[in-house]
C-alpha cells in the first residue's frame, strides 16, 4: 500500500556523513569544529538543566533574537532563529516554493536544497559551476522563487565576491538565499546586502565556527517583512530551551569563535600545501574543510574506504563533478597528521615526495 505523495514515493532523502558508533576514529567527514565550544555555553546548559524543562520555550526566541542582532548591528526584527539553518531552509521552501516553481542553485552544492525543492514538488534548476567554481554566467533562471548561494560553497569551499552577489540580487525576480554557514573561516561576508537589496535572506548556523553542531541552532537574518513572512511558516516551538542558552552564551564569547577559527585557517594552510605536496589539486577554500581532487592514478573512492578502514573517515560524493575528489574537515594538528601518514601510506612509491624545509 502506497500512502505517499508521487514526488515523496519517488524522490530520495538527503545523505548525512557517517556517525560512527564507538570511538578510535579520526572523523573529518562532517565539518564539525575540532575545538570544544565556550566554558560559557556549558556552563549555561548546565544551569539551564533543570525543572524549567517541563514548561515551553519562548516560540520567538526573543532573547537569542536580540543578541544575534546586536552582534551583526542588525534590528532584532530582521533575524529569525531556527534549529540549525536546515531549519530555516525549509521556512524558505515552504514560503516560497510550490507544485511546479522552479528553484536554481549552482552545482555541486549542498545537496539538502535540491531535497527541500522535491519535498515541495518544485523544480530544481541546477547550474553547473565552472572549473573554478566561479559564479555561472547563467545562474539567473527566469521564474525562479528561490536562488541558492553557499557561500563558502560546500563542498569545495570556494567563495564568490559580495559584490558579484549584489549584482545577482539586483537580476534575480525571486529570494536570493545566500547560506553563509561557514563564512567564518572566511576573510569577507555578505551581511551588508541584507539592507542593500530587499529580497536577500542571510543565514548562519552556530554548528561550525561556535563548535555547537549538537544543539541544532541558526539564524536568517533579512528585510523585516521578509522574516514576518518566515515566521507564519515556522514551526510553533522550534528552538528549544536549552538551544536558545546555549546561544546567548555562544554569541557572548565571540572572541573564543574567533581564535579557534583563526587556528583552523592556519592548520588548513598547513593541509592543503601537505595534499598538493602528496599529488592532490586542492581547491581555494575559505571553509573549514578543503576539497582535494586526487592525482589521475588514484581512484577517489578506493582511496575513501581505504581511509575508513583504517579508521579514517572523510567525505567522498559518488556524483558527476566531483567523483575524483575527496573532501576532508579540518581537524586538530594531530588528526590532520594521521591523515596524511594514511595518505602517504595509500598513495605509495607512485606518489610526489613531500618537500622537506
Known amino acids: 500500500m502506497n500512502l505517499f505523495r508521487p514526488n515523496i514515493q519517488k524522490m530520495t532523502g538527503y545523505?548525512?556523513?557517517?556517525?560512527?558508533?564507538?570511538?578510535?576514529?579520526?572523523?573529518?567527514?562532517t565539518n564539525e569544529n575540532p575545538y570544544p565550544p565556550s566554558p560559557k555555553v556549558?556552563?549555561?546548559?548546565?544551569?539551564?538543566a533543570c525543572e524549567t524543562l517541563r514548561l515551553y520555550p519562548d516560540p520567538l526566541a526573543t532573547a537569542a533574537r536580540e543578541k544575534a542582532a546586536a552582534v551583526l548591528g542588525v534590528k532584532p526584527a530582521q533575524v529569525l532563529m531556527g534549529n540549525g539553518s536546515d531549519d530555516l531552509l525549509t521556512m524558505i521552501?515552504?514560503?516560497?516554493?510550490?507544485?511546479?516553481?522552479?528553484v536554481a542553485f549552482p552545482?555541486?552544492?549542498?545537496?539538502?536544497?535540491?531535497?527541500?525543492?522535491k519535498i515541495q514538488d518544485g523544480i530544481s534548476c541546477p547550474v553547473d559551476f565552472p572549473e573554478?567554481?566561479?559564479?555561472?554566467?547563467?545562474?539567473?533562471?527566469?521564474g525562479a522563487k528561490v536562488t541558492f548561494i553557499a557561500n563558502p560553497n560546500a563542498p569545495s569551499g570556494t567563495m564568490i565576491h559580495a559584490s558579484e552577489l549584489s549584482d545577482l540580487a539586483e537580476r534575480v525576480s525571486g529570494a536570493l538565499v545566500i547560506d553563509e554557514a561557514y563564512v567564518d573561516f572566511a576573510d569577507f561576508n555578505c551581511l551588508h546586502l541584507v539592507n542593500r537589496h530587499p529580497n536577500v535572506i542571510l543565514l548562519r548556523t552556530l554548528s561550525k565556527s561556535y563548535s555547537l553542531a549538537g544543539i541544532r541552532s541558526g539564524f536568517a537574518v533579512s528585510t523585516e517583512e521578509i522574516i514576518a513572512g518566515l515566521m507564519k511558516v515556522k514551526d510553533s516551538y522550534n528552538v528549544d530551551r536549552l538551544g536558545m542558552v546555549a546561544t546567548l552564551a555562544a554569541l557572548d564569547d565571540v572572541k573564543r569563535m574567533r581564535r579557534n577559527a583563526e587556528k583552523i585557517k592556519a592548520s588548513r594552510s598547513c593541509?592543503?600545501?601537505?595534499?598538493?605536496?602528496?599529488g592532490f589539486a586542492v581547491y581555494p577554500s575559505e571553509s573549514n574543510f578543503v576539497l582535494a581532487k586526487c592525482p589521475r592514478w588514484l581512484d577517489a573512492e578506493a582511496t575513501y574506504e581505504d581511509l575508513e578502514r583504517r579508521r579514517i573517515l572523510v567525505r567522498y560524493f559518488k556524483q558527476r563533478m566531483v567523483d575524483?575528489?575527496?573532501?576532508?574537515?579540518?581537524?586538530?594538528?594531530r588528526e590532520i597528521n594521521a591523515l596524511l601518514k594514511a595518505l602517504a601510506e595509500?598513495?605509495?612509491?607512485f606518489a610526489p615526495k613531500p618537500s622537506r624545509k
Open 271 to 278: 593541509l592543503t600545501e601537505a595534499l598538493v605536496n602528496l
Open 346 to 349: 595509500i598513495t605509495g612509491p
Open 324 to 333: 575524483d575528489c575527496l573532501r576532508i574537515t579540518v581537524g586538530t594538528p
Open 93 to 102: 521552501i515552504r514560503a516560497f516554493v510550490g507544485p511546479g516553481d522552479k
Open 132 to 142: 573554478d567554481y566561479s559564479l555561472p554566467n547563467n545562474i539567473v533562471v527566469k
Open 107 to 117: 552545482y555541486p552544492t549542498y545537496s539538502l536544497y535540491d531535497v527541500l525543492v
Open 15 to 29: 545523505t548525512p556523513g557517517k556517525q560512527p558508533k564507538g570511538g578510535g576514529f579520526v572523523k573529518l567527514n
Open 42 to 48: 556549558i556552563a549555561a546548559i548546565k544551569h539551564a
